[in-house]
């Protein structure tokens, strides 16, 4: 059975969570902005930033629709 909530990532991704940040910062989104816009909290995108979370492949889409950008740019 799947877990319910968050899934924390096994191993951190720190080049996908700099690539996070620095598609955000290009978009001119503060941490918060971006939360709000794809409706979590901001200590979830801390967490993908950090490569402590893996989002679910929804949020990621929405994450790289957010910013203007593809998955497999942020997470590839």
Known sequence: MAPAGPVRATDTD????????????VAK????TLAV????????II???TGDYA???YLAVKVARAL????EDLWG
């Not at 996908?16 to 598609?23: L, V």
């Not at 816009?37 to 979830?44: A, D, I, L």
């Not at 203007?68 to 998955?71: K, Q």
């Open 55 to 57: 989002p679910s492949v």
């Open 14 to 25: 720190d080049a996908a969570g700099e690539r996070i940040r620095a598609a955000r910062k």
């Open 37 to 44: 816009e794809v409706k979590v909290s901001r200590q979830t």
């Open 47 to 49: 967490a993908m930033e």
């Open 29 to 32: 989104f503060t941490q918060q």
């Open 68 to 71: 203007g950008t593809t998955v």
